[in-house]
């Protein structure tokens, strides 16, 4: 299983999940991230993590992918922190799932 799932962020963020197995792609830019999901969709990668600061300029990929049985993008911290965008999108299917948010204490 650990074949069919994959990071994509700056090396320093992506190199230590190289050692457990998982597939890794090293990015600079936006564009290069698109194409690496587009590439592992295609290798039948069905998860796929990305750096949240990898992510930014390329958030259209969470959307794309939203809705998707087979393969799923998920967000994460890389070395460089948070962008919020990953706890965001939680929220957001949360929401979706549940019909009211219980993560976040914004409902509160």
């Given amino acids: 299983m650990r074949g069919n799932i994959a990071v994509i962020g700056d090396n320093a963020s992506v190199i230590c999940f190289k050692a457990v197995g998982f597939k890794t792609v090293s990015v600079r830019s936006s564009e290069e991230v698109v194409k690496a999901v587009d ?9 796929i993590f990305i750096t949240e600061h990898a ?30 965008i990953g706890m965001t999108n939680l929220d957001s299917y949360v929401e979706h799932a549940l019909g009211r948010n219980i993560i976040s204490k914004q409902d509160e």
């Avoid at 992510?55 to 994460?76: F, R, S, V, W």
């Fill in 39 to 47: 590439d592992l969709v295609n290798d039948d990668c069905f998860v």
């Fill in 55 to 84: 992510l930014q300029g390329a958030e259209h990929l969470l959307g794309k992918y939203k809705d998707n049985k087979t393969h799923a993008i998920i967000p994460i911290p890389g070395r460089f922190g948070r962008t919020g």
